[in-house]
Nanobody
Framework: VQLVESGGGLVQPGGSLRLSCAAS????????MGWYRQAPGKQRELVAT???????NYADSVKGRFTISRDNAKNTVYLQMNSLKPEDTAVYYC??????????WGKGTLVTVSS
């Protein structure tokens, strides 16, 4: 199983980024996919999840600014991040959860929001 994140980088406050996570080795359409983040000195936290039925859930801190989506044909989950703030700076991790059984993590992609 591989989850490979991409799309991170340096962006100014108020800017946008789109993260991608390409999955292999799993039946992607059956998994709940999620994005988590970990800022320096802090615990990893939920950002957003999307179920196999396209139901979404967001952390309060990103509601209205971030959008999670998935493309089952491409085995890819996305995180569109708008109106970025310095406090969004973190390593963003992709997660694949079958709901029953072990889940899987990517290695992360760094997002830095700074002027």
């Amino acid at each position: 199983v591989q989850l490979v994140e991409s799309g991170g980088g340096l962006v100014q406050p108020g800017g946008s980024l789109r993260l991608s996570c390409a999955a292999s080795g799993i039946v992607f359409r059956l998994f709940r996919m999620g994005w988590y983040r970990q800022a320096p000195g802090k615990q990893r936290e939920l950002v957003a999840t999307i179920t196999r039925y396209d139901n979404t859930n967001y952390a309060d801190s990103v509601k209205g600014r971030f959008t999670i989506s998935r493309d089952n044909a491409k085995n890819t989950v996305y995180l569109q991040m708008n109106s970025l703030k310095p406090e969004d700076t973190a390593v963003y991790y992709c997660n694949a959860d079958p709901d029953y059984g072990r889940d899987y993590w990517g290695k992360g992609t760094l997002v830095t929001v700074s002027s």
